[in-house]
């Protein structure tokens, strides 16, 4: 049985690499999507890629650290597509740099986006989803916040704060409001990552790691594994990373 046919889905950090693969294979299980991101011809594209496909999927151009764009994304989701089933918290940003360099402006972008951009999907579909006694709520962490790796301190840290945040969720809304909580653990993983990091060392660094990432269809894949389960059923964390990664 298809537990994802004619479910809403919004995806956050959509229009591209991971949530970009995402949107494709929710589409062809069937999943009604409304894409958030901030870059709009990127997600102009996916959706017609989508549609062209048969697939069902509308935009919305939002930045995840505004709240306010957040729950006016998923505003719009109702309004267009219905109740929003299903929050695939997607959009982070991994910037590496050492302690030594104090990146300020690196770490505080992560803090925006990898911490209160989730906290503010959350925010966004939770009351809804506890009203109804359903939905599925899926955050994207790393392994890096099992491990955390050389120059990648608050962007470890922000990992460990997902896998935080998504325990005490199911803890609480899962056990207690049927609400199923997932969380998926990738590795090194080619997005086109290591080409956003500044840091002069940093980037160094994310060039070596990222000659042995895999594709984000991986990724996508376990996505679909891990949301589409019956209501009783929940999928807490699945860890995909590359066979010859170490950590």
Do not use: C
């Amino acid at each position: 049985m298809n537990h994802l046919h004619n479910k809403v889905a919004i995806i956050t950090g959509a229009s591209s690499g991971i949530g970009a693969a995402t949107a494709i294979r929710l589409a062809s299980n069937g999943a009604r999507l409304m894409l958030v991101a901030r870059n709009e011809e990127k997600l102009e594209v996916l959706v017609s890629k989508i549609v062209a496909s048969g697939g069902e999927a509308t935009y919305y151009v939002a930045d995840v650290s505004d709240a306010a764009a957040t729950q006016s994304a998923v505003s719009e989701a109702d309004k267009r597509l219905g109740p929003v089933d299903i929050l695939v918290n997607n959009a982070g940003l991994m910037l590496f740099s050492y302690w030594k360099d104090v990146a300020m402006e690196d770490w505080n972008k992560m803090i925006e986006t990898n911490l209160k951009g989730y906290l503010h999907g959350i925010a966004a579909v939770l009351p809804g989803m506890l009203e109804r006694s359903s939905g599925k709520i899926l955050n994207m962490s790393s392994v890096a916040g099992i491990h955390v790796g050389d120059a990648a301190g608050v962007y470890g840290a922000t990992k460990f704060f997902i896998r935080g945040i998504t325990e005490s969720l199911r803890n609480e809304v899962g056990v207690k409001n049927g609400i199923q909580v997932s969380m998926i653990s990738p590795g090194v993983i080619d997005t086109g990552w290591a080409s956003r990091v500044s840091n002069p060392e940093g980037k160094k660094l994310a060039g070596e790691l990222n000659k042995g990432a895999v594709a984000p269809e991986v990724i996508a894949d376990a996505v679909v594994f891990a949301l589409d389960k019956p209501a009783e059923v929940s999928v807490s964390d699945v860890v995909v990373h590359p066979t010859k990664q170490a950590w």
